[in-house]
């Protein structure tokens, strides 16, 4: 009796300590772009970077806070770095004009709006161990959440290097993310510090754009 009480004893042990360990384990974490867009069709993710780069707020939705701030984190690279607001994964909504990117559990809710994307990340699995675990939904509303027409340069710009990066380092993906960053925020600086110097902007906005090698959706 004392031998089985023993074994039971040491059973109850290892699955209090098995249990503890489950709870503890680290959510799985998107490392790198081409996972994430592996889960998205072709135009959710245009839709996704279009509204990063163009200042709406993405919300990510997900009960597994470091899945959620992983994604998060991939989407602030499509952003010069001093552009990044990105309150990471919190209980509380935060209105878009106080942050862009904003991480929350499932069941906080979101307002509708243009200026306003929200993508759910789930899972079927209660403690996920990887990624493909994972799928991601974007809340689309068909009137609100339209790709520009035509489309910004930098959002092709950004999902060909996307695709490029299926087949190369992801250390030469990011090395011409900045740069392609970097080169829109230098037109943008220089369009509006020119536009702000000239009397009559309107009459001048079409040979500046031609200059910058841009468009009114750039």
Aim: hydrophobic share 40%; with cysteine; glycine share 4%.
């Amino acid at each position: 009796a004392v031998v089985s009480t023993q074994s039971t004893g040491s059973q109850d042990s290892y699955a209090r300590e098995r249990a503890e360990t489950l709870v503890e384990a680290p959510s799985p974490k998107f490392t790198n772009i081409t996972e994430f867009s592996d889960m998205l069709k072709g135009s959710d993710l245009k839709l996704i970077i279009q509204n990063v780069v163009i200042g709406n707020q993405v919300v990510v939705r997900g009960q597994h806070p470091a899945t959620v701030d992983s994604i998060l984190t991939l989407l602030s690279t499509f952003l010069p770095h001093h552009c990044v607001l990105n309150f990471g994964y919190l209980h509380h909504y935060e209105p878009c004009y106080a942050c862009r990117l904003l991480g929350l559990p499932l069941s906080v809710h979101v307002p509708t709006s243009g200026q306003i994307l929200v993508l759910d990340v789930m899972s079927a699995v209660e403690r996920p161990r990887d990624i493909k675990s994972f799928g991601i939904e974007v809340r689309r509303c068909p009137d609100l959440h339209k790709l520009l027409v035509p489309l910004p340069k930098i959002v092709d710009e950004i999902t060909k290097l996307i695709d490029i990066s299926k087949s190369h380092e992801t250390e030469t993906y990011n090395t011409a993310l900045k740069a392609v960053v970097q080169n829109w925020a230098s037109k943008s600086i220089s369009y509006f510090l020119a536009v702000k110097s000239m009397i009559d902007a309107s009459s001048a906005e079409a040979k500046l754009l031609n200059i910058l090698q841009a468009d009114e959706n750039d």
